[in-house]
């Protein structure tokens, strides 16, 4: 039998990448309920919400507002989403401890996500990047569809490491790699980390997947074999997928945390209190979040 | 990288096991007309029935019907559920191609399930699979509860090789081991694998995993890793859990595709069709199938 890792870091992604694919406004006091709940569930990191222009994330638009309100878990790094300096600093003044800033592999996915080249993009994370450094504050660096893009299919692994160089080179801290569709299988995992983790410790790369097709969990067992530890996840499954609305978007905490707790792998995460607070977030929605685990547990209860 | 095999074999039990677990009845011509697309999808094996007495499970109750007036594709091996002498009578009269015996590793399941003790089912199954064989017919053995049971929990891999040792020595073509429950990480996989592949060949075990908790496409590929080639699944992953009502049962047979075309491997079925003819049941039943790579399907032809 394999050597499995002894501690896997799991970052909360739901009230970021979650709740930024649905429709539904969610009040800010009810958000603000949710991400105290989040703080207590033993997760040290959650990306909170983002800073991009409120006119393209309207359901985020309260980021400033959720990050002065918050009760703070000490314990708990909270992040956001910061596309420029105008940005951080509204992050700044809300009192974020993480900035995160995001590209994409794919030339024509940065262009229609952030309207900009992917040369374009570089001057401008550059900055955030030197800034949010210089505030004392960690920085992980997205790349999206390092498998595949909506519009030109595969990318490779070499543009993806060329993205992942500019970043680093700019001084982020770690790398977040995006399944942004979902639709890698392990074999394109494989490929991927064989070539990532040539130029990279694993420390510093983060997988992120979404379930779209069902194989985030699978693909998250490819990447614990391939040593890394840390992966981000999303409440109850909570979001979609913007090219295909209706189908699944991030891989669950829930789910994550039974695949390793299950494997004897510790997360410091309590899955009860996930529970509690995906069927909160659920209830606000008044709809069925995609998490099976979760499905479960509620059928069970039921 | 990894070697994978070049080609994996599904089982198609969506109209036995996926059925079986659905309240709401189909009608028999609905049935026949469904079982008839599956046979055009390519897969080689389909357990179209269950020769179980009707009272247990009303939905099957046409097996004998079914069997008789769906049109044969010679390239596929129509079996169905057989519990007894008195089964397998009306099934050869169904015409059916292969016998599947059941039972269970664990002994409260087992009493729960077909109200014997393993002792007492070991001498029904033998003169079913004596007399199966007798009359040409291939021969499965279901395992099920192989990792966990809901009524006693952990279920060794010592009890499930003692089990398989009496199916196989009354002879059994091949066993199917099944994560009933949907329960199962993929250490829980590798740890009975270690044990069952001392005994028996890759080639004799087929594994059948459950959806149920999103574990199944990991446990798969694990599966895989040890050399496992065939699979249980169910179309658009029909079915449920009868200790959960409203969770997910079977691995969808689409989430399998995904998986198995997205890394190269070759099953000989044509995932379009298994689109089709999951929607086809999807209508019929009035319900959204749990498949994510269905529901991605369908949300991006909306």
Same mark, same amino acid.
């Given at each position: 039998?394999?050597?499995?890792?002894?501690?896997?870091?799991?970052?909360?992604?739901?009230?970021?990448?979650g709740?930024?694919?649905?429709?539904k406004?969610?009040?800010?006091?009810?958000?603000?309920?949710?991400?105290?709940?989040?703080?207590?569930?033993?997760?040290?990191?959650?990306?909170?919400?983002?800073?991009?222009?409120?006119?393209? *994330? /309207?359901? %985020?638009?309260?980021?400033?507002?959720?990050?002065?309100?918050?009760?703070?878990?000490?314990? #708990?790094?909270? @992040? =956001?989403? *910061? /596309?420029? %300096?105008k940005?951080?600093?509204?992050?700044?003044e809300?009192?974020i401890?993480?900035?995160? #800033?995001f590209? @994409? =592999?794919?030339?024509?996915?940065?262009k229609?996500?952030?309207?900009?080249?992917?040369?374009?993009?570089?001057?401008?994370l550059?900055?955030?990047?030197?800034?949010?450094?210089?505030?004392?504050?960690?920085?992980?660096?997205?790349?999206?569809t390092?498998?595949?893009?909506?519009?030109?299919?595969?990318i490779?692994?070499?543009?993806?490491?060329?993205?992942c160089?500019?970043?680093?080179?700019?001084?982020?801290?770690?790398?977040?790699?995006?399944?942004?569709?979902?639709?890698?299988?392990p074999?394109?995992?494989?490929?991927?980390l064989?070539?990532?983790?040539?130029?990279?410790s694993?420390?510093?790369?983060?997988m992120?997947?979404?379930?779209?097709?069902?194989?985030?969990?699978?693909?998250?067992?490819?990447?614990?074999q391939?040593?890394?530890?840390?992966?981000?996840s999303?409440?109850?499954?909570l979001?979609?997928?913007?090219?295909?609305?209706?189908?699944?978007?991030?891989?669950?905490?829930?789910?994550?945390?039974?695949?390793?707790?299950?494997?004897?792998?510790?997360?410091?995460?309590?899955?009860?209190?996930?529970?509690?607070?995906?069927?909160?977030?659920?209830?606000?929605?008044?709809?069925?979040?995609?998490?099976k685990?979760?499905?479960?547990?509620?059928?069970?209860?039921?």
């Open positions: 039998m394999r050597q499995w890792p002894d501690f896997i870091q799991i970052k909360e992604v739901g009230p970021r990448d709740l930024q694919n649905e429709k406004r969610v009040p800010t006091k009810d958000k603000i309920a949710w991400i105290n709940k989040l703080s207590e569930t033993g997760v040290r990191e959650i990306e909170y919400s983002s800073f991009v222009h409120p006119k393209w *994330v /309207p359901q %985020l638009s309260d980021a400033h507002e959720v990050g002065r309100k918050i009760k703070r878990n000490p314990n #708990v790094r909270y @992040s =956001a989403l *910061v /596309p420029n %300096l940005g951080l600093d509204l992050a700044l809300a009192g401890d993480g900035a995160s #800033v590209m @994409s =592999a794919s030339e024509s996915h940065n229609s996500n952030i309207n900009k080249s992917i040369a374009e993009t570089y001057p401008v550059e900055e955030v990047i030197r800034e949010a450094k210089a505030a004392g504050k960690h920085v992980t660096g997205y790349v999206s390092v498998f595949d893009c909506p519009f030109e299919g595969k490779t692994p070499e543009k993806v490491i060329e993205v160089d500019h970043l680093v080179d700019a001084g982020v801290d770690d790398i977040s790699l995006g399944d942004t569709i979902g639709t890698a299988v074999s394109q995992v494989e490929a991927l064989d070539k990532v983790l040539d130029r990279y694993s420390e510093k790369i983060i992120h997947f979404h379930d779209t097709r069902g194989m985030a969990i699978a693909n998250i067992m490819t990447s614990m391939y040593g890394i530890t840390r992966f981000d999303s409440i109850g499954g979001g979609g997928c913007p090219y295909a609305p209706g189908a699944a978007g991030n891989v669950a905490t829930n789910d994550i945390l039974y695949l390793l707790h299950g494997m004897g792998i510790k997360t410091g995460v309590d899955e009860k209190k996930i529970e509690k607070a995906a069927l909160f977030i659920q209830k606000k929605l008044g709809k069925t979040l995609p998490s685990s979760l499905a479960y547990a509620v059928a069970q209860q039921s």
